[in-house]
């Protein structure tokens, strides 16, 4: 039986070494505070050239999806590909760490260098200062300051013409101009079908995990019988690259078909992250719980059972039937779910237990 190694057709060493150091001289060129990536970014081409093209057309573009599905990845690369088309550089603006929308503005200043005026507020220092340069800003992770964001971004965008936002967030900004771009899950392998090693490099996912699992054991091999399941657990997991790292993760410890078979229990296996990650991104659960109380209060209530728009609400769940379609519309919105194309007249949380397995409502929510 043939044995594969984990980098399928990985570039060699100083390949590797070759690309970073080009892309490391293309940022030192430019302004820029955008950080040098420790791992290999793995897939979404398309996604990459379309989000750029996109950007030309719209000077505000919002990522969106769930917690887990590679925004905050996914934009820093459109950033560092794009860090040469605008004058005054790419800059990104982390907020996942505040919980004041009045620092979103301070912050935005520390990470351009900028500095306060005397007589004038921070904001209006900040526009007097951007108003002549050309650059694009990264706001991170904006869910939980969303109306202040969406001020800011607003009040931005008003009166610096040089200015582009790429935004990143659970749901949108919601004001003019502004164009969402939804992040699809990696792309996945139907388990069900003939799977040999050489056909994982047909999945995103796949390739990511293959990526981070010989990272964690730099022995990995995977062989044409394990390769069914990791086409499983990347379908398992909904092609989502937070579950997938975390599953990576595990190859220290357990065969390929042994993570498969835990995920019964996803909960509880996927808690091995990165010491330096964001809190929500170490495990699993602690993903789930940042995106659940982030949720519209009745998307939560209904969040362990399907929506359906044609019918009443499942008992328990919305004692009035008549907002629902206003909810799911919200919801939509907000990247709280999605329209099941499977079932016409229904709709899922995207967070659905596919994935994250059903969470059950709390009281009060």
């Known amino acids: 039986m043939a044995q594969v190694g984990a980098g399928l057709e990985r570039p060699s060493l100083s390949a590797d070494a070759t690309n970073t150091a080009s892309r490391w001289f293309t940022l030192a060129r430019y302004p820029n505070n955008l950080p040098l990536q420790l791992n290999r970014f793995i897939g979404r081409e398309r996604a990459i050239d379309e989000i750029k093209r996109t950007l030309w057309s719209t000077r505000l573009l919002t990522l969106t999806g769930p917690g887990g599905c590679g925004k905050t990845r996914l934009a820093l690369k459109v950033a560092e590909e794009l860090n040469d088309a605008f004058g005054d550089g790419v800059w990104l603006i982390e907020l996942a760490s505040l919980s004041d929308a009045t620092l979103i503005v301070r912050t935005m200043m520390t990470a351009l260098d900028m500095h306060e005026q005397t007589g004038r507020t921070p904001a209006e220092a900040l526009i007097e200062q951007l108003q002549p340069r050309e650059l694009l800003l990264v706001l991170d992770n904006c869910e939980h300051l969303i109306d202040g964001c969406a001020e800011l971004a607003m009040t931005l965008l008003q009166h610096c013409s040089g200015l582009r936002i790429l935004a990143t967030s659970r749901e949108v900004l919601n004001i003019a101009g502004e164009i969402a771009w939804p992040v699809p899950p990696l792309s996945t392998i139907d388990p069900q079908r003939s799977v040999d090693a050489a056909a994982l490099q047909t999945s995103e996912a796949a390739c990511l995990f293959l990526d981070r699992a010989t990272a964690a054991q730099a022995d990995f091999a995977v062989s044409d019988q394990a390769a069914t399941a990791i086409a499983q657990i990347c379908r398992r997991l909904d092609g989502m690259p937070l579950a997938f790292e975390l599953a990576a993760s595990r190859v220290k410890v357990l065969k390929t078909a042994e993570i498969a078979a835990r995920l019964d229990d996803r909960l509880?296996?996927?808690?091995?992250?990165?010491?330096?990650?964001?809190?929500?991104?170490?495990?699993?659960?602690?993903?789930?719980?940042?995106?659940?109380?982030?949720?519209?209060?009745?998307?939560?209530?209904?969040?362990?059972?399907?929506?359906?728009?044609?019918?009443?609400?499942?008992?328990?769940?919305?004692?009035?039937?008549?907002?629902?379609?206003?909810?799911?519309?919200?919801?939509?919105?907000?990247?709280?779910?999605?329209?099941?194309?499977?079932?016409?007249?229904?709709?899922?949380?995207?967070?659905?237990?596919?994935?994250?397995?059903?969470?059950?409502?709390?009281?009060?929510r």
Do not use: C, K, M
């Not at 659940?292 to 969040?303: C, K, S």
């Not at 519309?329 to 709709?347: K, S, V």
């Open 268 to 364: 509880n296996s996927l808690t091995a992250g990165s010491r330096t990650a964001l809190p929500r991104h170490q495990t699993l659960r602690a993903a789930i719980d940042w995106s659940y109380d982030l949720l519209n209060e009745a998307i939560a209530r209904g969040q362990a059972h399907p929506l359906i728009t044609g019918g009443a609400a499942p008992a328990g769940y919305l004692v009035d039937p008549a907002p629902w379609p206003d909810i799911i519309a919200d919801g939509i919105q907000r990247g709280e779910i999605a329209l099941d194309d499977a079932t016409p007249g229904h709709a899922l949380p995207v967070s659905a237990d596919s994935v994250f397995g059903a969470r059950q409502p709390v009281a009060g």
